[in-house]
């Protein structure tokens, strides 16, 4: 993988752990790191995050190789993850910070974005509106280390064998029937 043409993108689709954990499955994914945008407060931490007062996002950076993997492929991997028609949630996960979220960081990269979402929208696979919001990012803070690959250090945590797994084992047949998952994890 080429580190020097590397691009980022931040995106937030209910709890990062659940985001987070497959990410990294694709392949021209460098890495992926938990974290929060979209608020007012520096350097927040989890528990801030959680009581809905600093209005950020939970969100996962990605770094990846654009000549293996496509912005337009991560934007589908982003809204086959969550629900986009949920305001401010995602399964029992309730409150703003699990927002459906894409940052972008430019013009071209919102247009792109918003290109991806209407043609998600339009797929129907989802009844009803999307509310994700398309947002300039600001500022990216990485949250604790504790949750970075959480899901990959817990396995058998109750909330990670309940909801994270089965999601990691259906994104896994969806995106490895597709052949964009890395030879290892297929």
Not at 46 to 67: F, I, R, S
């Amino acid at each position: 993988m080429d580190k020097q043409n590397l691009e980022y993108i931040t995106f937030g689709g209910g709890c990062f752990w659940c985001v987070d954990s497959v990410l990294d499955l694709l392949k021209g994914v460098e890495s992926t790191t938990s974290g929060y945008a979209g608020g007012h407060k520096a350097n927040p931490t989890y528990e801030e995050v959680c009581t809905g007062e600093t209005g950020h996002a939970e969100v996962v950076q990605m770094a990846y190789d654009p000549k293996i993997i496509t912005y337009e492929q991560l934007m589908d991997a982003f809204f086959f993850l969550h629900d986009p028609t949920q305001l401010n949630r995602q399964g029992a996960d309730i409150g703003t910070q699990y927002r459906s979220v894409i940052f972008y960081k430019d013009n071209a990269e919102k247009a792109k974005a918003e290109a991806a979402m209407k043609q998600s929208e339009a797929s129907g696979k989802y009844s009803g509106k999307y509310v994700t919001e398309i947002t300039k990012l600001e500022k990216f803070w990485p949250a604790e280390q504790y949750h970075q690959g959480y899901y990959e250090a817990n396995p058998t945590q109750p909330f990670c064998s309940a909801v994270v797994g089965p999601k990691v084992a259906k994104f896994k047949k969806h995106f490895g029937e597709l052949g964009m998952l890395r030879p290892e994890v297929s």
